[in-house]
């Protein structure tokens, strides 16, 4: 069941891709990127993003392959592996948020000081990332915890394994909607 549902969310991340491609063609949706921050919050913010990346990646390779390729839930060095991975990525993640939760904010209309480069999908995205992200790590704690029997355990484990699925989805739109943007924002401004 787990398993169908890792493949199930994979397929849906790249449905929404190709939907955005089409249903947003030619960079309808582009516009410039605000005038520059300061240089070193640039580098930090682009640092948080880049390290949460990598250690998403490494995270959800350690997670999912395991139960994609034989059916099981990982055991041995890939859980320690994945332990260490998920507390980097958290961490990084933690960081990209403080950074960047500012330029996330619904601002209905009220464009005033807005980045104009980052829209409705991405901000539903990036607090969905936030909440799911939350939700799983409150649940692996509390597992780790050791308080709870052996059913509740087995729900807690299930909220980490189908909020990392969601997570999954998230983090693969937002970053395909945050390149996309970036790189018609990019193409926006050597034209104007
Ligand atoms: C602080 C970071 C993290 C810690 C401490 C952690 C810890 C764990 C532990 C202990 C398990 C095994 C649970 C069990 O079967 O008893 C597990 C499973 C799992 N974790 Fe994490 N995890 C972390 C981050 C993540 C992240 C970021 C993802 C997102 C992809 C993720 C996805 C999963 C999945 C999908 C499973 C289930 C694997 C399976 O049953 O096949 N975890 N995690």
């Known amino acids: ?22 249903l947003f063609r030619g960079g309808k949706q582009s516009a410039i990127a605000p005038p520059g921050r300061n240089r070193w919050i640039k580098l930090l913010v682009t640092l948080s993003y880049l390290t949460a990346g990598l250690f998403f990646i490494l995270t959800a390779i350690s997670a999912f392959f ?3 390729i034989f059916g ?8 320690v592996l994945h332990l260490i991975v998920g507390m980097v990525f958290f961490t990084a993640a933690t960081a990209a948020f403080i950074f960047t ?3 996330h904010v619904f601002t209905f209309g009220n464009r005033m000081g807005a980045d104009e480069t980052i829209r409705m999908p991405e901000k539903i995205c990036f607090w969905g990332i936030i909440t799911s992200a939350l939700i799983m790590s409150i649940a692996i704690f509390l597992c780790m915890l050791k308080t ?13 394994r189908y909020s990392g699925v969601v997570l999954a989805i998230m983090i693969m739109f937002y970053s395909y909607r945050r390149l996309r943007m970036t790189i018609l924002s990019s193409k926006k401004s050597k034209t104007v």
């Open 148 to 160: 709870f029997d052996s059913e509740i355990h087995q729900v807690l484990v299930n909220i980490h």
């Open 66 to 68: 395991h139960r994609l």
């Open 101 to 103: 939760a500012n330029r």
């Open 1 to 22: 069941m787990f398993r169908i549902s890792i493949i199930i969310g994979l397929l849906l991340a790249v449905l929404l891709m190709v939907l955005d491609v089409i």
């Open 72 to 79: 099981e839930a990982m055991t041995g060095y890939l859980m």
